[in-house]
C-alpha cells in the first residue's frame, strides 16, 4: 500500500510537471501578471498548454524515444548513467523555453525567473549527477518551495482565491500554500527513499538545489 502511494506521489509530481505547476500557482495568485484575470481565461490557458507541451511532453517523448532506440534502460531512468542524455536533453530544451520566453515578452519576469531557476537546477543537477545519483524529485519540490516563497515576498497579495466548479471560491493564504508545498515536499523526498530510488543525501541535497537556485535567478532577473 505504501509503495503505492509513494509511487503516485512520484507520478504526480514528477520533475518534468514542476514547471507547470509553478505556472498554475503563479496564475493563482497573481493573474495580472499575466493580463488576465483568472486561471479559467483563453489566454491562461493557452498558455498553459504551450508551457505542458515544451517542458513536460516534448522531454518525456524525448525519453520515450531513447528508451526505444535502446539509449536508457528504462522510462524511468533509475540508473545514474543512464540520466545523462535525459538531463542533457531537457536542460538543453527547458534553456531554449526560458530564452525565447526572456526575449519575446510572452512571459511575466517572475515566472521567466521561475523558469531560469529551473535550468540552472537542471544543469547543476547534470554536473553532480556525474558523481552521485541526486533526486531529480527533491530538486523539483525544492523549487516550487522557492517559488512559493519569493512569490510571498514580492508578487502575492496575501491570498488568493481557488475557483472551483459550483462552488464559492476557496480563499487560501500565501502562508497556507508554503505549509501545504512543504509537506508535499516532504512526501515527495519519503516517496523516493521508501521506493529506494535515492539514499537520503540525495533528496536533501536536490532540496537545495532546487530552492537555492531559484534564488539565484531572482536575483539575476530582478
Do not use: C
Not at 184 to 198: E, F, I, N, P, S
Amino acid at each position: 500500500m505504501l509503495r503505492s502511494v509513494a509511487w503516485g506521489l512520484s507520478v504526480v509530481f514528477h520533475p518534468l510537471l514542476i514547471p507547470t505547476y509553478m505556472l498554475v500557482l503563479l496564475l493563482l495568485i497573481n493573474p495580472y501578471l499575466f493580463g488576465v484575470s483568472n486561471l479559467k481565461d483563453e489566454g491562461a490557458k493557452m498558455l498553459l498548454l504551450l508551457v505542458f507541451l515544451y517542458t513536460f511532453f516534448i522531454p518525456a517523448v524525448s525519453i520515450m524515444v531513447m528508451y526505444f532506440l535502446g539509449m536508457v534502460q528504462d522510462v524511468q531512468v533509475r540508473e545514474r548513467e543512464d540520466r545523462i542524455g535525459p538531463y542533457l536533453i531537457t536542460g538543453m530544451l527547458y534553456l531554449w523555453v526560458y530564452y525565447n520566453f526572456s526575449q519575446t515578452g510572452q512571459l511575466p519576469p517572475a515566472y521567466v525567473s521561475f523558469m531560469l531557476g529551473t535550468v540552472l537546477a537542471l544543469f547543476l543537477s547534470f554536473i553532480i549527477n556525474i558523481f552521485s545519483k541526486i533526486s531529480a524529485h527533491a530538486v523539483g519540490m525544492g523549487g516550487l518551495i522557492g517559488m512559493v516563497i519569493i512569490s510571498m515576498g514580492w508578487f502575492s497579495y496575501g491570498s488568493f482565491s481557488m475557483p472551483w466548479v459550483n462552488v464559492l471560491p476557496l480563499e487560501v493564504s500565501m502562508m497556507q500554500l508554503l505549509m501545504i508545498t512543504l509537506v508535499v515536499a516532504g512526501a515527495v523526498g519519503t516517496a523516493r527513499l521508501l521506493l529506494k530510488a535515492h539514499e537520503p543525501s540525495d533528496v536533501y541535497g536536490g532540496y537545495f538545489i532546487g530552492f537555492v537556485t531559484q534564488f539565484f535567478a531572482f536575483a539575476y532577473v530582478f
